[in-house]
């Protein structure tokens, strides 16, 4: 056992390698003062990776949380990294027993894809279980036997809110537990810790928060918890301008953790105006693109470009290549970034998409680039 003391160490990045992640996670559980938590070794990955379960503080109400069950969803992970460093631990535990299985697809982590080594969607197996990922995840629920699920993801750049300029940062979903979308007990009371980080965050910290879809799907684990009677909040990490390394979005995500666990802790009821106050958080809808270019001369008529990057792994790297994603798509109304070319000055004609459909200018600076 290592001394009960932790070397800081560069912060893992957007991407990272499994043997990354633990050379940091280990040591920060080894850090941790050993009367506060149990670690164990939950079982294996397709390809043999290790994914561990930690239970930190020993209140009565019991949470579970894990993170990158879609590989490539990262901040879920670094987030919760930063909960365990946080000075302020002791008070969040306090009266909370918190089970975490960080990182429960490392092989996709590896991959920076969102499915399994088999190709498996892991949050569309919680019916089947035919994955041994899905398989440990089961085994945590039914060990467990959590009062609350936080089931913890990320979603693309593409996503704003409705009627409203601003990009989704975050987005929250209390998910159904049948095919009625019924508003049980369980849904109110995970509606009520979503209601209280819109309440605290996007007023303190300016975030642009969102509303996830509520459609029912029985493969979900999200749905499946709910429909166990668990009250269950999924998170999703967005995105806002030039955020690619999702950095300032992690912050926003540790504090949403905190909130809800936190306000679980003090009070897991719910008030008359809980379920109005839900569905007044506005929808996410597909309404942007990273770069959105607006009147593009073309064939003697201007058109306007929608521009995604493709997340993509090169030599250990990842790479962020941006492509032609729509033509003139009327949906699309926003971009990260927004480039007018009647008023663009310093524009040189130099726009080039190739035949894969990747785009390049020097003179706007529309290029690859590594995070």
Not at 133 to 145: P, Q, V
Request: glycine letters at 6%; hydrophobic letters at 35%.
């Amino acid at each position: 056992m290592m001394e009960n003391t932790q070397q800081q160490s560069k912060p893992l990045g957007r991407y990272f390698t499994y043997q990354e992640f633990e050379d940091q996670f280990l040591p920060i559980v080894q850090s941790l003062p050993q009367d506060t938590y149990t670690f164990s070794y939950l079982g294996s990955s397709v390809q043999n990776r290790s994914i561990y379960g930690l239970q930190i503080g020993h209140g009565k109400l019991k949470i579970l949380a894990w993170s990158q069950m879609h590989g490539n969803e990262s901040t879920s992970t670094r987030a919760l990294l930063d909960l365990l460093q946080s000075t302020d631990l002791d008070q969040i535990i306090k009266g909370v027993s918190l089970y975490i299985i960080p990182v429960l697809n490392p092989d996709g982590l590896e991959d920076w894809t969102r499915v399994n080594a088999n190709g498996v969607d892991l949050n569309r197996d919680a019916l089947e279980l035919s994955q041994p990922e899905s398989l440990i995840l089961k085994d945590a629920l039914d060990f467990f036997e959590p009062d609350l699920a936080l089931n913890l993801h990320g979603q693309r750049t593409f996503y704003g809110l409705n009627n409203s300029v601003l990009p989704a940062q975050l987005s929250f979903l209390t998910p159904s537990g049948d095919s009625n979308k019924q508003v049980t007990d369980s849904r109110l009371q995970s509606m009520s810790l979503i209601n209280a980080v819109v309440e605290q965050l996007s007023s303190s910290m300016g975030a642009g928060i969102g509303r996830y879809d509520d459609g029912y799907n029985p493969n979900c684990w999200g749905d499946h918890c709910q429909s166990l009677g668990i009250p269950t909040v999924l998170f999703e990490a967005g995105h806002s301008g030039d955020d690619y390394s999702r950095d300032q979005v992690k912050g926003f995500y540790l504090e949403s953790l905190k909130i809800v666990i936190s306000t679980a802790k003090r009070n897991m009821t719910w008030s008359d105006d809980t379920e109005t106050k839900y569905f007044n958080i506005p929808e996410i809808h597909k309404s942007y693109c990273d770069i959105l270019i607006r009147n593009l001369s073309s064939s003697c008529k201007s058109v306007d470009l929608a521009v995604m990057y493709h997340e993509q792994l090169i030599e250990g790297q990842l790479c962020f290549i941006p492509m032609i994603f729509a033509i003139n798509e009327p949906s699309i109304l926003y971009g990260h970034r927004t480039i007018d070319l009647t008023s663009h000055k310093t524009y040189n004609d130099d726009l080039v998409i190739s035949e894969d459909m990747e785009v390049s200018s020097d003179s706007l600076k529309i290029r690859s680039f590594i995070k």
